[in-house]
């Protein structure tokens, strides 16, 4: 158990254009998903923490006008990335928290790998 | 100074030999501890959490926190080549959903 999805696997784009990734847990319900990215060669870097039904919370740096999060079910995030420019390009990693679960666990997707042009 | 400190390596040991992965941490508030493992282009997948102090074991992999020395440990015994990736620490507060990651530790075990 404990399957969390993400779509697509890998985006590429032109700047300027904006871009959906999809998060889904498929075996357990999530109030509380967390959105990474990551840099080649570099550990994950928080973005936000998105919770069901409610406003997600960013990092300091991270402009919520351009990386916008929608959490509108117990199984599905999405996050959006509105005019993405190349230095947009990285690796998006969502993760859930299973609900009633420790506090501690956190179960990942695969990643989106998006390319911007 | 970082919350967490992680040596990237990359760390190269051939196939059966013990691997031990660190991280030091300065936070003495952290009470959760984990490992996850990441291959190549893959979202990170959780191998072990431990609460407090103590050890763990589970299969050929144990985790060790020491909160005293702020240090906590993976070891991997009779390492495979399918153990080589990169091995995250992480860790947070009892109260706090946030993770603090350190950097990852590459890894590559040689047939």
């Known amino acids: 158990g404990a399957v969390v999805s993400q779509h697509p696997s890998w985006v590429i784009c032109k700047s300027g254009t904006s871009v959906k990734i999809e998060c889904r847990s498929l075996?357990?319900?999530?109030?509380?998903m967390f959105w990474y990215r990551q840099f080649p060669k570099q550990s994950l870097m928080l973005m936000a923490t998105?919770?069901?039904?409610?406003?997600?919370?960013?990092e300091q740096g991270v402009e919520k006008d351009k990386f916008l999060i929608n959490h509108a079910s117990l199984t599905l995030s999405t996050l959006t990335v509105t005019s993405a420019h190349p230095e947009d390009s990285s690796f998006y990693i969502c993760?859930?928290?299973?609900?009633?679960?420790?506090?501690?666990?956190?179960?990942f997707g695969p990643g989106t790998r998006l390319l911007v042009l | 100074q970082k919350e967490v400190e992680q040596d990237p390596g990359p760390l190269s040991v051939p196939e059966g030999a013990i691997v031990s992965l660190n991280c030091t941490y300065s936070?003495?508030?952290?009470?959760?501890f984990m490992w996850y493992r990441q291959y190549s282009r893959k979202g990170p997948e959780l191998l072990m959490y431990t609460y407090s102090s103590g050890n763990k074991e589970d299969g050929r992999f144990t985790a060790q926190v020491d909160k005293s020395s702020k240090y906590i440990s993976l070891f991997i015994r009779d390492s495979q080549p399918s153990d080589s990736a990169t091995y995250l620490c992480?860790?947070?507060?009892?109260?706090?959903?946030?993770?603090?990651w350190g950097l990852g530790t590459s890894l590559a075990v040689n047939p």
């Open positions: 993760s859930a928290r299973r609900t009633g679960g420790p506090l501690e666990t956190q179960y």
């Open positions: 998105s919770n069901e039904g409610s406003k997600a919370t960013y």
């Open positions: 992480a860790m947070k507060t009892g109260n706090n959903r946030k993770l603090i």
């Open positions: 075996d357990f319900q999530a109030t509380t």
């Open positions: 936070n003495s508030a952290f009470q959760y």
